[in-house]
């Protein structure tokens, strides 16, 4: 029987590609799904000046080592540096240190400005914002075009999960219900049973009852005929 009915609703991410277009992550940030690191290998002073929203600065000549010290290796990890050369150079960096699960922003920080996704830094905070940026209409539609551009695993993951509640429920059901029908059987043949000895009980007590009365008249009636003549 199940236990834990909610167990698989929500289903682990596929693994991700080995390289990502900026549509696909946008959408999975935009979903707010958990356990992925963007990182930037790109020198520290670029970085301060513009970058991804929520990346972690580790230029290339340290990535390895911060990232063994502060990362999971199975963790998702997206990176960007100043060229997909570079970005390709570390990947295979922190593939190489057993990370599991690394992809490369195909297009890095460029692509990722051109389909409006949100950036911080000195010189990014100066730029106006885009038109989706106050206005929660644009930021629905904008977000609709992501996933039909490339970000539709969050939709299939969701529908999965729909998939995987429905089928715990009916399972559960089932178990119940069997445990529901075995119960039942189970108290009918116990008073089936119950009922079988009580009138066993109730037949044998009632001849017991007759043959003692039978005994106890026949010797009665001859002692008072002898008594009389």
Do not use: C
């Not at 513009?50 to 990232?67: K, N, S």
């Not at 999971?72 to 540096?81: A, E, N, Q």
């Amino acid at each position: 029987m199940v236990n834990n009915l909610v167990g698989g609703i929500i289903p682990p991410q596929p693994p991700i590609e080995a390289q990502t277009d900026a549509h696909t992550l946008k959408t999975r940030l935009e979903w707010g799904e958990p356990a992925f690191t963007i990182l930037d290998v790109r020198d520290r002073s670029i970085f301060n000046e513009g970058h991804i929203m929520g990346a972690m600065p580790m230029p290339a000549d340290e990535l390895v080592e911060r990232a063994v010290a502060s990362l999971d290796k199975s963790r998702d990890i997206y990176l960007y540096g100043d060229n997909d050369q570079e970005t390709a150079q570390a990947a295979q960096q922190l593939r190489s240190n057993g990370f599991e699960h690394v992809s490369q922003l195909k297009g890095g920080l460029g692509a990722w400005k051109s389909i409006g996704g949100p950036t911080e830094g000195i010189v990014e905070s100066k730029t106006p914002p885009g038109a989706d940026d106050y206005n929660v209409v644009d930021r629905l539609k904008n977000h609709q075009e992501n996933l039909q551009k490339g970000g539709t695993s969050a939709t299939e993951s969701i529908k999965q999960g729909a998939s995987n509640l429905k089928e715990g429920i009916q399972e559960g059901a089932s178990n119940l219900k069997e445990g529901i029908q075995e119960q039942a059987s189970n108290l009918k043949e116990g008073i089936q049973e119950g009922a079988s000895n009580l009138k066993e009980g109730i037949q044998e007590g009632a001849s017991n009852l007759k043959e003692g009365a039978s005994e106890s008249k026949t010797p009665g009636s001859t002692d008072n005929s002898n008594v009389g003549s």
